[in-house]
């Protein structure tokens, strides 16, 4: 979840010296990476509804665990700026972002190309299939490891079917990586939020001024992102008056964007850029009004769990769809989606398991915390 999102540790401080620390940014990920696992369980009833279902109402809250992408994407966008406030040289930051997102991507696809064979059979089957490896074109490989199924149909006016599924938020992070780091070479540190004012102000005039935006880093999901963003400008303010007006900012854009958007869209069964762009805003609100009682939850045991799972979200998020789709298929093949409610009784643990040990074996190999000093993760 997809998704999801700089996938980083968050327990020591992320941001620049002026910056307030966030000490439970990884929790909130924990949570999102498992909204985004029920999201993908019932994948069957996407079709047949929940209504009929035993347990119709919790499966349909289920649905709407795509929420959890845009909550990461919002956690991205204070992180991504944060640690380019914080990185020395744009280089660096660059080299930091390739090497925490593409290497445990790449190994994930090579992962899939091994385990095609066995499981070929299950996962080739709709709804949500994940493509044969023969099946993909010249270009959807260049789209697939490079990371720009997003954007590269719009160049190649050919469909890029992702081989993971929930890669396409990746897409989206990479092209926020892209332009977070462009922000901080022509701006530097000091005008940095200025920069990134600039572009949401371009996003916002697009579509009047008849720019297509739909998928590429420019559409609505930008919102939550950008929201993101704002929350970092919002505690590195040194006064509660510059604190005081960029949350007001902050609330009055997502009040807007709230009030324009359908409901039925924030309901629907899948996320969109537009109802995307709200619940990435809307979070980003949450977490500054939790700010304050920011300690107090980070070292409450219940929080524990989440945090465990927050600090192996991204492979979790990796790892997650290939579990979802074979195990979801095997029960819709029993005949069992009358009881998709209880579905994640398999699900959840054993994507937190091939989560673990892929973080284990693989993801905590490309930490940051190699590139510089001491425990920093982003």
Partial sequence: MNPHHDSSSTSAPIASPSAVRYRTLDHWRGLAALAVILHHTPIYTFETGAANLWGGALVALFHLGWWGVPAFFAISGYCVVAAADRT???????????????PPYLITLCLILALWIPLGSIWSR???????????????????VTLTMLWLPRLARTSVPALLGPAWTLSYEEGYYLIVGLLRALFGRTWLMGGMVLVTAGVIAAPFLGIRVHSTPFDAYWYGFAAGAALHGCLSQPTRLGKGLVALALASAVLILTLQTPLDRLLALHSTPEAGGVIGGVFAIVLLVLHPCDTWLATHRLMTPMQWCGERCYSIYLMHWPVCKTLATLFHGLGWDEYAVLWPLATVPFSLLAGHLFHRVVERRFLNAKLDAPTQHT
């Avoid at 490896?133 to 260049?142: G, R």
Wanted: charged residues 25%; hydrophobic residues 35%; proline residues 12%.
């Fill in 88 to 102: 020395p040289d744009v280089k660096t930051y660059f080299k930091r972002r390739f090497r925490r997102i593409y």
């Fill in 126 to 144: 709709e709804p949500f299939s994940i493509p044969s490896p023969a099946s993909l074109s010249f270009t959807a490989w260049i789209g697939n």
